[in-house]
């Protein structure tokens, strides 16, 4: 167990629909990420939140936000959703302090889009 | 653009032999090199790291060797278990603001009894 929780484990909905995912990161833990897990694109960057600010962004569409809340808790809002975005998205969370990177995964979401 | 490449894609190994999983990066600015293993249904596990200011690391029956002047860094698992049946993903980062994994393709392990 990584110390990193997300909820759901499954989301199954239609497209055109809006989600949202939830992370709460391991205690004391000030970073969070977020990946995309799919069968033709592999484990890809979305965004990173540090201390509730936003810290960099990857390859993430227009239709999806983040959010970090001040208890530290972490949000990825996927709207408009479509057939592709059909994936396992995976929230990960490090100190982040000094040359220390170590990143702990979570358990991830299962999201089906039909 | 694909800045880790991993291979092989796939890699079957029987039991107590060595597996061996490369990967090769472009981006000098790379600092921080991870392997993390993944089992089906779960996330992935930080299973080794190096820096690249040493050349090897050694962890139990995990041993990640780094070529800084070829940008190639490799995983070696040793005397194999069925329990190491596994995805393995190598990863790089920088250490600045800015420290997302860029992760290569994955190597689906398999292990024979």
């Known amino acids: 167990d990584s110390g990193v929780t997300q909820t759901p484990k499954h989301l199954i909905t239609a497209t055109g629909q809006r989600v949202t995912l939830r992370c709460s990161p391991r205690s004391g833990d000030l970073s969070v990420y977020w990946y995309q897990q799919s069968l033709d694109q592999g484990l890809q960057f979305l965004i990173q939140?540090?201390?509730?600010?936003?810290?960099a962004k990857g390859n993430i569409l227009e239709r999806f936000s983040a959010q970090q809340f001040p208890d530290l808790h972490s949000e990825l809002n996927l709207s408009s959703l479509e057939l592709g975005d059909s994936a396992l998205y995976f929230c990960?969370?490090?100190?982040?302090?000094?040359?220390?990177?170590?990143?702990?995964f979570g358990p991830g979401t299962r999201l089906t889009v039909l | 653009q694909q800045q880790v490449k991993q291979s092989p894609q796939s890699l079957i190994v029987q039991k107590g032999g060595i597996s061996i999983i490369n990967c090769a990066y472009e981006n000098t600015a790379f600092d921080y090199f991870p392997w993390y293993q993944q089992f089906p249904g779960k996330g992935p596990a930080l299973l080794i790291a190096i820096r690249p200011d040493v050349s090897e690391k050694k962890e139990g029956r995990f041993t990640i060797s780094f070529n800084k002047s070829a940008k190639q860094f490799s995983l070696h698992i040793m005397d194999s278990q069925p329990g190491d049946s596994a995805t393995y993903f190598c990863a790089a980062s920088y250490s600045g603001s800015a420290r997302q994994l860029t992760f290569g393709s994955g190597t689906q392990l398999t292990v024979l009894p």
């Open positions: 939140y540090y201390n509730g600010e936003e810290r």
């Open positions: 990960a969370s490090s100190v982040y302090s000094g040359d220390y990177n170590e990143q702990f």
